[in-house]
């Protein structure tokens, strides 16, 4: 005949399958969460690398721009110093021409393009299209 269980004993059997079934589980999970890790740690490195990679290349564009905007400073600092000279220039000119007649004279625009035309032609620049340097009226 079977032998009857006292019900305690079935509870401390029970309560040990199930601590037993409990800590399979989370050896189960604990090996995978390790593999998880594992696979995270690696993509942490990689991002890292990409990362580093990216600030060099984002060092190397701001050092360009660096010298391009000296660049820039250069030739807006040569510029400004050529106006500034054409402006003298023109200054010059313009009090050499102060007193004289011809100065202020009106000419034609017709005269002035057959003149432009005959210094291009003398020139050798024929056909090229002269520029218009006729005076304005401001």
């Known amino acids: 005949m079977l032998k009857k269980w006292p019900?305690?004993?079935?509870?401390t059997i029970a309560a040990i399958v199930i601590v037993?079934?409990?800590?399979?589980?989370?050896?189960?999970?604990?090996?995978?969460?390790?593999?998880?890790?594992?696979?995270?740690s690696e993509q942490i490195k990689d991002i890292g690398q990409k990362n580093e990679g990216l600030a060099n290349s984002i060092d190397g564009l701001v050092e360009q721009i660096g010298v391009m905007n000296k660049i820039v400073a250069?030739?807006?600092?040569?510029?400004?110093?050529?106006?500034?000279?054409?402006?003298k220039l023109q200054e010059e000119v313009?009090?050499?021409?102060?007193?004289?007649?011809?100065?202020?004279?009106y000419i034609p625009a017709?005269?002035?393009?057959?003149?432009?035309k005959a210094a291009d032609s003398a020139r050798g620049?024929?056909?090229?299209?002269?520029?218009?340097?006729?005076?304005?009226?401001?």
């Open 7 to 11: 019900i305690g004993e079935i509870i």
């Open 20 to 40: 037993i079934l409990l800590t399979l589980r989370l050896a189960s999970d604990n090996k995978k969460l390790s593999v998880d890790n594992g696979k995270l």
């Open 74 to 87: 250069t030739e807006a600092r040569r510029r400004a110093a050529a106006e500034m000279k054409a402006q």
């Open 94 to 105: 313009k009090d050499a021409l102060k007193g004289n007649a011809c100065a202020v004279e």
């Open 110 to 116: 017709n005269a002035v393009i057959g003149v432009r």
């Open 125 to 138: 620049h024929k056909g090229k299209k002269s520029a218009d340097t006729r005076k304005s009226t401001d």
